[in-house]
């Protein structure tokens, strides 16, 4: 049993016998609907209906195989769709011809049983992971975007923000932090915000402060601290 059993196989060919083979092959694990012809088969995808997999017959009369991949892979609504091409053509050019008109494999006629349900599983399973890889990009991104967003904030904001890692060593200070306190950024990099200290904070503020500090809990007070020129 393939691991996504509802996983839905268009099957695209002129010849029911070669239909029902491949439905006799597949039935049970899959979701499967069929078209026999080109025309019919795009007429359908026009509808709706995505199927996760094609299995596509070359020689068809009217509009072959590859004329039927080259229309799939033309529309932004299809293009996606792995296209697995079953002919009795066993020559390398026949086969050079579908993968440049976008087949990812092809399987030979007369098909074996083994053969087909390997091949589908695989290039489902290649498909499934192409969509969680492009998920995983998207998300990615949209995670860059909202750091970008939150890096503009912290930049423009008219407070001072320093963030420091878990011993106090600050790591990043903004624009107003050098502004208000005289030091660039350069200057306080991986030092301890203590440099700022005046002798007029109360020692049990600070005690305090990393006490809910370290536990994750946030603290408001007040420091009273002095600029880089002596200035409280």
């Known amino acids: 049993m393939p691991d996504h059993p509802q996983a839905h196989i268009l099957i695209i060919d002129d010849t029911p016998l070669n239909i029902e083979i491949l439905l006799g092959i597949l039935e049970g694990d899959y979701a499967l609907s069929f078209a026999t012809s080109g025309a019919k088969a795009l ?5 709706g209906i995505k199927p996760d997999l094609i299995l596509l017959d070359v020689m068809m009369p009217e509009m072959d195989g590859f004329a039927v991949c080259a229309a799939l892979k033309a529309d932004p609504a299809t293009r996606d769709i792995p296209v697995i091409f079953v002919t009795a053509k066993t020559d390398a050019l026949s086969e050079i011809r579908a993968l440049k008109a976008g087949g990812v494999d092809f399987i030979h006629k007369p098909v074996n049983q083994a053969l087909v349900r390997a091949r589908v599983q695989l290039h489902l399973e290649l498909e499934r992971r192409a969509r969680a890889l492009a998920h995983s990009l998207a998300e990615t991104q949209r995670l860059h975007d909202e750091l970008l967003v939150l890096n503009q904030a912290m930049e423009q904001s008219p407070t001072s923000i ?4 878990a011993t106090g060593n600050i790591h990043y200070v903004n624009p107003y932090f050098s502004l208000l306190t005289g030091y660039s950024a350069e200057e306080v990099q991986r030092r301890n915000p203590r440099f700022l200290k005046s002798v007029l904070t109360s020692p049990e503020i600070y005690v305090d402060l990393w006490a809910h500090l370290s536990q994750g809990e946030p603290w408001k007070g007040e420091l ?8 409280v």
Do not use: Q
């Open 162 to 165: 320093i963030i420091t890692d």
């Open 224 to 231: 009273i601290n002095r600029r880089k020129n002596g200035e």
């Open 43 to 47: 007429k359908l995808l026009a509808k």
